[in-house]
């Protein structure tokens, strides 16, 4: 019997509706063993709904985090505000005994990597944590990592992120060999600012396939599998590529001489719901980080990639290349 | 009779071929006195081309600056390659001198803020120079500024961008009172990384509307007017807004279920080409930088917009508002 996955029932804009939903489809169709974490009552008639009580377990936690604060890069500030017996804290809690193997929170992004860095801790070697997100191409995807755990990170923590982006494009979106690009403002090596400069001498020497510098148009083009950049500048990055792929069909349906299907399809290509969770990696447990507007079926993805993810040790492969000094 | 704006002739894809049609056209239909710097053999035989000998100014510079260099940034390695002898340093050190107003050139955006900085100089109080460019938005347009010359600007730096891109929305734009947001990764007062952190300290304080942190997908929403970041997180904004409406487009495309004609419009609003040149404010002399691919009608547009942004003094107002203390 497989470890479970933890989800965080009281997590998203829909809470356990949602949730609840999401671990009886990831239990019944993917095959994940799920344990869902929050106030039991609640959970108990959700479960009841889907006539799934005794199939999914059940871990009671008191209290709730507000969906208040919905931007990554709360570090700082939020961790002190969640309590251990949230629903959050207490998953934090099963993961870092072992008793799970993985969390899924639809909560607000800055408050599961406060939680997730305080509650679970870093893996060995690790120097911070970091979050991959897969961003649908014209070709394919690319993981864009850090998007928002770590604002300020050394370069040899940019360094560690780019061991951790090859991890996740190897085991998420299935490349043998993924390129890693340094995302900066040219293309020739030395191009950037300090922390790329620097993280841009430390790359060659990983064991991974580095392209060099990429800029902001690469993004989405696809050059490369990886495109690894501090937490600050790939939180921005990610909300740009939403909000201009959003501009941009609101121009063309504008026009009138496009039809909304078509447009529609791009939309939901980009809708984060549809491209699923992103994975904060780096602790000594996996956390994938669902869009706060999760519906069942996302909440069921997320918990599939938190096992493969798991199952896949992606942070245990990291620590065997940690070719870089740890500074901190 | 008011300054010429000085063209560098020498720039651009096309070189003269374009650049002296260019000056043509801001002199007759704009109004704008000018100068062209570069090879004069080469400049005579195309102002002979449009019936102009006589009507536009000449100065011989013998060398030309390649054009290898497209991206910004390249501050600290490009300077020294750009000889004095120049069509840039000439043009430069036409600024310097007060014999021109305004210098525009569609060379390398990397060599004409390192060519620019050293050849002309800061203005009084002004820290860093910093690159201002108009982004269309659904509603209108926002300035967004640095988008690519300081990488690593102090927090009072970012402080005198805001300032110089609020001068830039009034004089360019036209918007009598412009509000300003701070790019970051959360939209409360303290998120973001060190950098933004302390700029937002510093913000509120200015003679400027601020309207407090803006974040990715605001700058193609026009929330504010202007949008201010350093010159890293600019410039990889810039070039992601564009590379997002092309991969936009494209999938529309591939639907079909647009035409062609609606597509091609919207991706004429986002074409550099259309959107004209990037200001680089903070200097004793006004640069505008236009895209590498202009045609005629855009440099000459450029000139015009140099010649306002000279006449508004755009600079001189920023020194007379530098609550900052100057720290380099």
Known sequence: MPQPVAVDAMGGDHGPAETVGGAVTATREHGVPVVLVGRAGEIRRE???????????VVHAEDVVPMAERGAGAVSTAASAISATSSLGVACQLVRQGTVSALVSAGSTGAVVSCAIRGIGRAPNVLRPALAIALPTTAGATVLIDAGATSDPTPEMVAQFALLGASYARLVLGVADPSVGLLSIGSEPGKGNRLTRRAGELLPALPLRFHGNVEGHDVLAGTTDVVVTDGF???VVLKNVEGSVRATLSLVARTGAATPEALRE???????????GAALLGLTGTVVV?????RAATIARACAVARDLADGGVTDRVGDHLAVEPVI
């Open 47 to 57: 479960l009841a709904r889907h006539g799934a009580v005794g199939e999914v377990g």
């Open 233 to 235: 500048t790939g939180n």
């Open 266 to 276: 791009v939309a939901r290509r980009y809708d984060p719901e549809t491209h699923g």
């Open 290 to 294: 669902a869009h706060g507007a999760s």
